[in-house]
């Protein structure tokens, strides 16, 4: 489901049935990014019936350097019950 955002935290969740184990998210940050750029871009996770304490916890990936093109991150979907919420951070750009 491709989307963009503009915010500096954005999450979305899949439904308890569909039993996700792994997680494995497509991503692309801007091509027009001015030198040294770091978007310190976090990933997180968690079960429950909503979102909350989704960023309290550890990353479970992160991307600390700029990478151009598209890339891939793959992380294991937390154990437990209950809807999987993903999210991430990044430091925002002004191009």
Do not use: C, H
Request: hydrophobic share 45%.
């Amino acid at each position: 489901m491709p989307f963009r955002w503009s915010k500096p935290a954005a999450w979305f969740w899949l439904g308890e049935e569909a039993r996700a184990s792994t997680v494995v998210l497509s991503a692309e940050l801007p091509s027009l990014i001015p030198a040294g750029y770091r978007p310190d871009l976090r990933f997180y996770a968690r079960r429950g019936d909503n979102s909350a304490g989704l960023f309290d916890g550890e990353p479970v990936a992160a991307i600390e350097d700029y990478r151009a093109g598209p890339f891939e991150v793959t992380f294991a979907a937390p154990p437990g019950s209950g809807n999987l919420w993903i999210g991430w951070t990044v430091r925002g750009v002004s191009i």
